[in-house]
Structures are given as C-alpha cells and as structure tokens.
C-alpha cells in the first residue's frame, strides 16, 4: 500500500549551478562525429565501410561549419554575447570548437594515411602518389589530362582586370605560384584555376590484373600538369584549397507574398554566402594561405592544413566502384509483416488491424504500395501528404503526380526551407502544380516537419450503403526510400477512426484556416507536444514520489529542450529510472548524484542511422508507447509542426519497446555510454556475457540476412 502522496518540485536542489546542468551544443556535434570517426577506426568494421565512416564524418563537418559554425561567427561578428543555457557565449565556444576541430581533422587524416591506405593497399586497392606513378601510368593520365581535363579549365590569372574569381562553396581549387611573363608582358605571379563539378574527384586508372584496383585524385593530375595552362611560365608551387561558406538561408517569411519565388533567390546565393572555413593542403606555403585568407576575409584561426585532399568526401565514389563484397557489409533483404506478404489490397488489410514498419530491416515498399493503391483504386476519391525530404528522383511523388493526373483530389504540403533539399521540393512542387495537385507551403514561421499521408476512400458496407473511409501513414522518418535503406525508422498503417479523423485535422491547419482543435490521440507541436511531454514526464515523477513503479525509455536524435531537461531531473530525484537513447547531442548530463543519478544516456552509432524517435512511459502499468516526428529540441517543439502518435495494438506496442528500445538497452557493441562530464566511452562486453549488437540482431530477426556482425 502506497503512503501519502507526494508534491514533486522542479530540480532545485542540485550541486551543480544552473548553467553546468547543461552540456554544449555544438561541442556535442563533435563529440557525435568522434564516435562515427571510431566506426572508420574499429578493425572489425569492413574494411571499404571504415572508409565510408571517415567520408561521412567529413559530410558532417561540412554542414557543422556551413550551420552551426557559421552561426556562431555571425554571433561574434555582431557582438551578441548571450549565452547558451550552457552558460558559454559564441567567443568562448568557437575557441573550443576551434580546437575540438582541429584534433578531429588531424585523428581523420592520420588514420587515412597510417591505416586505411595502407590496409587497402594489401587488399589491392592502390592511390599510388604521382612520384610512385610508372610510365604507364604517366602516360594515361597525361592523355586523360588532355583529353578530360584540359579543355573543361578555365585558369585566372589575378592582375587589375582579373580580379579574385567568386569561388563555389565546398568547391575544388588550385592556387598556382608562377614566375616569369605571358604573351602580353604580364607577371603577377599568382593564377586560380576553379576545378568544374562535373569532373570526378577521384579516378580509376585502368590496371591489367584481375580484383586490382588503382585510384588517383583530381589534385594529383591537376598539379603534375598545371604547367600546360601557363606555357612558357614556370610553376613555382601548385597548392589545392577549399572554402566553405554559410549556407543557412534567409527569408523573411513575414514580408515574402510568395515563399517558393523568394526561396528560389535565395538558393542562388548559397553558393556564395561569407567564407567561414579555409582549408588548404600542408604543403601551402604562407604567403598563398595569406593571400587566401585575405580573399575570404578570414583569419588564420579559420585556417586548416591537412595532409591530402582537402574533400575527403569525395572517397565515397571508391566503396561504389570497388566489387569487393567480402569488404563491405553484407547485402540483404528487407522484409513484409506476415499480415501484408502477398496481401492483394492493402485497404483491406488495414481494415483488419494496424501495420508495423521497422525500416530498414522491413520494406519500404508498404508506404509506396499505399500511396501507389490509393492513386489506381477508383474508390480513392481524396490523397493528402506531407512532404519534408524526398530526394531528386522519388516514385512516391510521381505516383502522386499521376494521382492527379487520375483526376484525384491531390493536396501536398511541401516543406520549402527543409536544409538542402530546398530545390529538389521545388522542382516537385512545381511539377504537382502543373497537373493541378494542390499545393501548400505549410504554416510561415513554422517548417512542416510531420510525416503524414492521408487515403480518403468511398466504401460500401454490409448493408450496401455508401460511406467514406481514412486511412493513414504516419512516420518517424521521410517518405524517402533510399534513406529508408540507411536510416531506422518506424511507420503506421492505421484505419483507427479516431487517428485519422487527427491526421485529417492537422492537414486542416496546415492548408486553411482556423484555431487548433482538440486532438483524441495526436499529440502535436507546436500547440500540445511540449506541455503533454512535460505532463507524461510529472506523472512518472509522481508516482515515483508515491512509491509506485514508475520508468522513462526515451530514444531520439538529440535532447536540448531545457524544460524537459528540468523536468528529466526532477523525475530522476523522485527515484524514476530513466534510460535516455540519443543518437547525437545531448545536454543533460547523467549519473550526478543528487540531480541525475537514476539517469543513464547511451548513443548507438553502427551500419545504420539511429532515426527514429519512441517515447516510453510506464504510466501505472499501462504502458503508453509513443513514436514522433520530433526530438526534444526547442526547435522542434515551438518552431515546426509535429505529430507524435500513440501505438495502440498491444502486439505492435510490444513490438516497438522490444526491437526499439530493450535491444539499443542491451546492446554491449554498438553503444557508447556518457559520463557526468558529456565523454562517452564505448560499452564493453563483460566477461561471461555474449556480445549483443542490436542492428545485427534486427537484421537476423526481420530481414532475410546472413549471419553478420555489424
């Protein structure tokens, strides 16, 4: 029998202050990279996918610094000395990025050229050095040069009426050091030659022996012969360089009359928005990386010197163009529930009971299915989907286009400002414009972050009469199939009435007008998400408080919202055991005795993405299992909209707690557990216990998969 109850209080009582409650964002987003860095430096990691890891890391440290470092420099620039609930300022915090940047560069390079190359070289997979170039070699990549190369450049040479050339952001470059005069008496001793897009970074050279591949870099041919582009001037140094600039756009959506016209402006500019990152090859002599510097208006504190390409990016074309499966992981298969394998008609299916998908493990091919059913079934009089990351070359929205084309009642809500997708939604948006789709940009000031695709469907019943029926899909991930391959994520079919008739009016906000209604199942940002995650979160401190059992299992991309912060301290000191899974940053700091001692934060980082987002509660024995569109960030629950939906098939309930949540807990390989101080340290398996990898046991158990360790 429980004693009387007891008034939980905010986390007060702590002994840290207040702002060292909470851990720094973007020394978080480098703390993250460091550990996709140990993917590429881990031996049992196939050889070819360690390489993948390293490329991406480089992926993610280009948008760290077109975003998040670029944010910050605009900070300093204009003399904003707020602080983060961290406590830090932008000074103090580029200082440190700065320096966290610089090591991870240098551990990316050393481990490139200490172990990686030279692992590969074993396995037959050569970038041999231009002075390691044999005559035979010399001489196909001359004629390449001659034949690819040359005719596509374009050299500067910089006098008064060649001024600096604008240099493309994240764009391949070459600063030429020359001497001596040109045709016209000419000597100002420095040329830019600009390497175009359509030039492939890296090469294959032709080799005569079976399973023996040889790679060389664009930069190596470019400085074995630069001197073709200044005849009768001599090349004093040839130096690689790169600039990376913001790339965050700007549109003032409260003065904008039509947000796709604007937004189109603005990509333009992306590639020239200020330089915030200059990064150049070791071998660039001062003077030039001066004279750069200068160009771009940076410092040397914007400087960067590696030791190879300046884009190791660019290496992800090899793993592609390498048929060695022995060095990457192993294919597979994704599968169908048992309840949709072979089903004829998807709609009665789902009249029938829910639908689970755990991508990638499970298919895609159910939502596409869905969406396709619906644009063929002459019964489907109305198709209405959300749209945020879709990719270039998407059947989803052309199935879509030839809904409309059937003559259905399309609506799609397109997300313009979703980070670098930005143009591939308008080229859709106008295509579903033209075969009279309708088309919406969401809510001004607030980006459409929800995945949701809503089937209106006339039906017949027992009795002969005709009704209309919903159904819906709602997701944790984009209606994008080539992520859905990379990335975890959970998907709903559903014919509940009561989800469908919340979806159907979340699309009422989004396209019309009108104040938000109450809601049955749907939690949603930015009007109810916050206040019912905070409630969910009391209410297990509560029964903490009271002596009842009480549990929070939370998985997501990253954790910074502070209120929720507070309110996961609170439960913590009311003696409810908190597991956290976050994949990327977090800001609350685990295990502090006195403020998060029942709290433990772990990241699983394998083959995989971690994507999805599943909340847990307890919640007096009930279980209340919740999968959402959104992490616990400020900006997801104020400045987008989003869903969070309820599980409500007791079976696929316990579906979700065990393949999302149990296996990440149990997972002794994959996972990294954070200290009170924000380092992780990699689990390790305890002597006795079998080793658990929760992304190889999901592929064994719902894929058609070989035996494999990821």
Request: aromatic share 8%.
């Amino acid at each position: 029998m429980s004693g009387p109850t007891k008034k939980v209080h905010a986390a007060t009582a702590s002994p840290l202050a207040h702002h060292e409650q909470f851990l720094n964002r973007e020394l978080g987003h480098l703390a993250f990279n460091r550990r996709v860095l140990a993917q590429a430096e881990d031996p049992s990691v196939p050889l070819l996918e360690r390489l993948r890891f390293l490329t991406i890391v480089s992926s993610n440290l280009d948008e760290f610094f077109e975003i998040r470092v670029a944010g910050l420099k605009e900070k300093i620039k204009h003399g904003i000395r707020e602080t983060g609930p961290d406590g830090h300022d932008a000074a103090w915090v580029y200082a440190k990025v700065s320096h966290d940047v610089r090591q991870l560069i240098d551990a990316q390079y050393k481990l490139l050229n200490d172990v990686l190359l030279p692992a590969l070289e074993t396995e037959q997979i050569f970038f041999p050095r231009r002075q390691d170039w044999t005559p035979t070699q010399k001489h196909w990549i001359r004629d390449y040069f001659m034949r690819e190369v040359l005719p596509v450049l374009t050299p500067i040479g910089l006098d008064p009426a060649h001024p600096f050339p604008r240099v493309f952001n994240k764009s391949l470059n070459f600063a030429v050091e020359l001497s001596g005069k040109d045709a016209f008496g000419r000597n100002s001793g420095a040329a830019i030659v600009q390497a175009p897009r359509a030039l492939p970074r890296v090469i294959r050279l032709p080799s005569q022996k079976n399973h023996r591949y040889e790679f060389v870099f664009l930069s190596s041919v470019m400085h074995d012969h630069v001197g073709e582009l200044f005849s009768g001037m001599q090349v004093q140094g040839c130096y690689q360089f790169r600039v990376t600039r913001n790339s965050d756009l700007f549109v003032d959506e409260e003065e904008v009359k039509d947000m796709r016209i604007a937004l189109q402006g603005e990509l333009l500019e992306r590639h020239f928005g200020h330089a915030v990152r200059l990064e150049v090859a070791d071998n660039c002599s001062a003077r030039m990386a001066e004279f750069l510097l200068a160009q771009f208006a940076l410092s040397a504190d914007d400087l960067y010197r590696v030791d190879g390409p300046v884009n190791l990016y660019r290496l992800r074309e090899v793993p592609d163009q390498v048929d060695r499966p022995e060095l990457k992981y192993l294919e597979f298969k994704p599968d169908l529930p048992a309840n949709l394998d072979n089903a004829a008609d998807i709609f009665a299916c789902l009249q029938q009971r829910d639908v689970l998908l755990h991508h990638p493990y499970q298919s895609f091919a159910p939502v596409l299915n869905f969406i396709r059913a619906a644009a063929e079934d002459p019964q489907v009089i109305a198709i209405k989907q959300t749209v945020y990351r879709t990719g270039t070359d998407s059947e989803l929205m052309e199935t879509l286009i030839q809904a409309a084309q059937f003559g259905k009642e399309v609506t799609v809500v397109v997300e313009l400002m979703a980070r670098f997708d930005e143009e591939a939604n308008i080229n859709w948006a106008t295509r579903l414009e033209a075969v009279g789709a309708h088309v919406v940009y969401g809510v001004v000031g607030h980006k459409t972050h929800a995945k949701m695709a809503l089937i209106v469907r006339r039906e017949e019943d027992a009795n002969g009469k005709t009704h209309l029926r919903r159904y819906v899909h709602l997701g944790t991930g984009n209606y994008h199939p080539r992520t859905a391959r990379l990335y975890t994520d959970f998907g709903l079919l559903t014919a509940n009435e009561s989800i469908c008739a919340d979806a159907n009016d979340v699309f009422k906000q989004l396209t019309g007008l009108g104040r938000a209604g109450r809601l049955k199942h749907l939690w949603q940002a930015p009007f109810t998400l916050h206040k019912r995650i905070l409630a969910a979160i009391h209410a297990e401190a509560q029964a903490a408080a009271n002596g009842q059992p009480a549990r929070i299992i939370a998985k997501m991309n990253a954790l910074l919202e502070p209120q929720v912060i507070h309110a996961l301290y609170a439960a913590s000191q009311a003696g409810v055991k908190i597991d956290l899974i976050v994949r990327g940053v977090c800001a609350l700091r685990p295990g502090i005795p006195g403020l998060s001692e029942n709290i433990r934060v772990r990241s699983i980082i394998g083959r995989f993405l971690e994507h999805s987002r599943i909340f847990y509660f307890h919640a007096a024995g009930e279980a209340h299992v919740f999968l959402a569109s959104a992490d616990w960030m400020d900006r997801n629950f104020f400045r987008r909209i989003e869903i969070c939906f309820p599980v409500l098939d007791p079976a696929l309930k316990q579906r979700v707690i065990r393949e999302g949540l149990d296996s990440a807990l149990e997972d002794n390989v994959q996972a990294w557990l954070m200290n009170p101080d924000g380092h992780y340290e990699r689990s390790v398996t305890r002597r006795g216990s079998r080793q658990r990898a929760t992304q190889s046991e999901l592929l064994q158990l719902l894929a058609h998969s070989p035996l494999a360790s990821i």
